[in-house]
């Protein structure tokens, strides 16, 4: 992306899809978020960064649902909203892909895509018997993953244990894309990846971004988040320690704000 | 790579010499994938088989007569297989299936016995405990968060001993039962064979839940539960609710199981139906379907309970003692786990 772009990204006038204001969360005695505030504007990528123990997971998990932040307000599309469940962020059209993968080994391909929104036939056969259009559902899958430009990954009834990492990493992010409406969270989707495994799926968030979905991509592999963000969302001990540019910063600046040795 | 049939080129960059390697066709590799794709092939091919040894061995194997008696044989087991795979097919295990089912079946026939309950209402009642006992099972699976194994070896001896205080120990004979609790155990001709209508049901309830398994969103989530219930969480699938109507249909298979021992046996006794519990567990696991959970299908379930069957009827017709018929199963048992493991291994 260039300067202008991001400048444009950045003008005040265009609404955030994603608004987080003061997000605290705590767990026991430990505090997890200690009042975030993060904003994701449509069409670019925002990776967030961080050490250990920064609070990168926490932060994910309050924006899709899988923890409910114990104050602080989260928007989308300027609408406040309150997830309770992952689903409710789903239903927002927030669709995150987990670190752990949230795949079926043995289910094939198509059947991944569309676990927990499988689609029945049409007229009578789908609406009474409930019977599964699986025909239809193959065919969408192909769609889908033709469009994402997932070349590899023609046959859609290989189960998915029959791929390798970087192809079950991209089963995940077509699901995500598929039906994220509005967002797509990547949780460290390059981590357990190859070299040229994680240039595709690196490849697979720039082609999102360009279809105009955000995307918000946690990473500790900072040549990955340089290479492919927009703008970097720094944790440092529960707080955002600053939102740079790979344009305005350099990585040891990046690791020096995440590390503490410096500020923005 | 997607599934090969050819070890073409790698599709993308640079050739990557180690993945064609490990890709390569031998013969075995080849067997092993269509196995891992069609999980019923190996029992199928395992009746087959033994089907024709036993058919040389002994002339009398081959009777119709005596094919129709394997499928009796089969009926009872046959159907707690079916509530069994369903618990196996989502990681769990049921040891309190026989349990279930003797319960069941001691009470639809003391209600209709003794006190003088309309057939139908008794077979309701009965249905009413599987679904109760079903539910307890699932319950303390999803709320108290026990492994199955653990819920099923406590409930085992709890409905055991339900049964025992409810029956007082004596058995129901089926001459005093009203017509309709002994149907099942009733015979009829189609063509040179006798089929019970026992078999019929026990059929039917197979063509029903493969179709529910294979054909429907519930069915495509018992294995995604039983393949990774994390994952299955994350993807949306309430993992208890799927659980929980796992117990609930297993305890209405059972039911039905009861009303078939009842017919062939010809009677309602607390004692024994134990060891169906293994036997079930046996037919599943030689069926192809995997104790690790996610992976399997009924009809490889059925295919497991008639080899059980057909091995058992095939030995003693060729004059070995019964400890050889137990003998065999265990020795399937290891086989059809071994091979489950190599098949396993394929592409993974």
Redesign the interface.
Known sequence: MTETQYQSAHTETRQPIMQARNLVKTFGRVVGLDGVSLDLYPGEVLAIIGDNGAGKSTLIKCLTGAEIPDSGELRVSGQLVNFKR??DA?AHGIE?V?Q????????DVA?NLF????E?LPGPLGKY????D?KGMRRKAKQELTTLGI?????V??PV????GG?RQAVAVARAAAFGSKVVVLDEPTAALGV?ESNQVLQLVRDLRDRGLPVILISHNMPHVFDVADRIHIQRLGKCAATITPQSHSMTDAVAIMTGAATA | MTQQQTAGPPTTGQADLAEEFLDRQTPLNRVRNVLHRYPAVSPALVLLIAVIVFGLLNDRFLRVENLSLITQQVSVVGTLAIAQTLIILTAGIDLSVGAIMILSSMVTAQLAVNNGLPAAMALLVGLLVGLATGALNGLLVTRLKLPPFIVTLGTLNIFIALTLLYSNGATVRGTSMPGLLTWTGTTFPVGPVRISVGVVVMILLYVLIAFILGKTAWGRHVYAVGDDKEAARLAGIAVNKVLMSVYLAAGAVLAVGAWIQIGRTNAASPNGGVDLNLDSITAVVIGGTSLFGGRGSVWGTLLGALIVGVFRNGLSLAGLDVLYQTLAVGVLIILAVSIDQWIRKAKS
């Open positions: 992952p689903q789903r995150t987990y752990n993968l949230a795949v079926s080994p043995a289910l059947s676990l927990g929104r499988e029945r018997f409930r019977v599964l699986t070349s590899t990954l023609q046959d009834t290989v244990e029959n791929l390798s192809q040229r």
